[in-house]
């Protein structure tokens, strides 16, 4: 059963604790600058959103890296940067239309969204329930129900 992160913007509260948690996970220190979720701000409209990879079908950011870099781990559904193929072009930052992809800023490589290999750090610290990993099913059932309430059929 395929899962997949749900971001709810009108849930998250901006404390930003899933960064620090993303970044903990895979770089071994608290900073938003090594997170592979970012939440945007907007300030003038009391607004958090947290942008995070949205795992495309045909993802862009795959298809033009030169050096196969930006791909999924063979038989697993995530994704994955191999860094020591990445040459740091930037092809994947241009092309993302979320802006998901980051470049890690030692490094110099692409950094995405990998779900921490199918257990995302960032749903366990959000206390807001603004992140959550669930089976694809649950998403799509939650979106036709608040469909339907959006247009008062229930």
């Not at 990445?86 to 490094?107: D, F, Q, S, T, Y």
């Amino acid at each position: 059963m395929q899962k997949v992160l749900v971001v709810d913007p009108n849930l998250c509260t901006g404390c930003r604790q899933c960064e620090l948690a993303c970044s903990y996970h895979h770089e071994g220190f608290y900073s938003p600058h090594l997170s592979r979720i970012r939440v945007v701000k907007f300030e003038d409209r009391c607004l958090n959103v947290p942008v995070v990879c949205s795992y495309c079908e045909r993802p862009p950011c795959e298809e033009v890296c030169p050096t196969g870099a930006m791909s999924h781990a063979v038989g697993q559904t995530y994704a994955v940067v191999v860094e020591e193929r990445c040459i740091g072009c930037k092809e994947c930052v241009h092309v993302c239309p979320l802006g998901a992809v980051g470049i890690h800023p030692r490094k110099g490589t692409a950094m995405r969204c990998d779900l921490c290999r199918g257990d995302p750090a960032c749903v366990k610290v959000c206390t807001a329930g603004a992140l959550k990993f669930e089976p694809v099913e649950e998403e799509v059932r939650d979106r036709r129900r608040a469909r339907a309430g959006a247009l008062g059929l229930v």
